[in-house]
């Protein structure tokens, strides 16, 4: 894996999710850059490749975060091991399966930060949250699913090509 590519892409994206995405408010939510890019590099590159990208990313939400330290790295490296089945090569098949694995991507990482939020005796209302952030972010993520989704595939091709992807 090339993390001469991953580092600097994730620190800017996740400059960006801290620093500009909060004014990009769409269903009371804001879209999860870093997670859409951790998803979508693990779903095209495998999981090995996933979970470095989430590593990274999350290491750099919990320096710009406000949660508890590690938490977004634990999350995002979960979220990738189960969302990355680009080694499987049924990514490539279209569009709908890049969006499922988005929008459950979405409700994972959620559902882990969440929890470790509580573990670290933050209190979360389940029932709230699910309607008024869960589910929401799941949207919007999936919503900017085909744009991350051309932009990272661009830019795997340019680390190490991989063949046949059709959309």
């Known amino acids: 894996m090339n993390y001469y590519l991953a580092v600097p892409v994730l620190v800017v994206a996740g400059i960006l999710q801290a620093t500009m995405l909060p004014h990009v408010v769409l269903l009371n939510v804001k879209p ?14 495998g999981s090995q490749e996933g979970i470095a990208w989430g590593l990274i990313g999350g ?65 979360v209302d389940w029932d709230i949250t699910f309607r008024s952030t869960l589910l929401p972010a799941g949207v919007i993520n999936t919503l900017f699913t085909p744009a991350v989704y051309w932009l990272v595939r661009r830019m795997s091709a340019w680390v190490k090509p991989i063949k046949n992807y059709d959309w």
């Open 59 to 123: 290491l750099v939400l919990d320096l710009l975060g406000t949660g508890p330290f590690g938490a977004a790295t634990v999350a995002l490296v979960a979220t990738a091991f189960l969302t990355s089945i680009g080694e499987f090569n049924l990514i490539r098949s279209g569009l709908i399966l890049p969006l499922t694995i988005m929008f459950g991507g979405t409700m994972v990482f959620y559902g882990f930060f969440l929890m470790i939020v509580q573990a670290a005796g933050g209190a």
């Open 32 to 45: 999860d850059l870093v997670l859409l890019l951790v998803v979508t590099w693990g779903t095209i590159r």
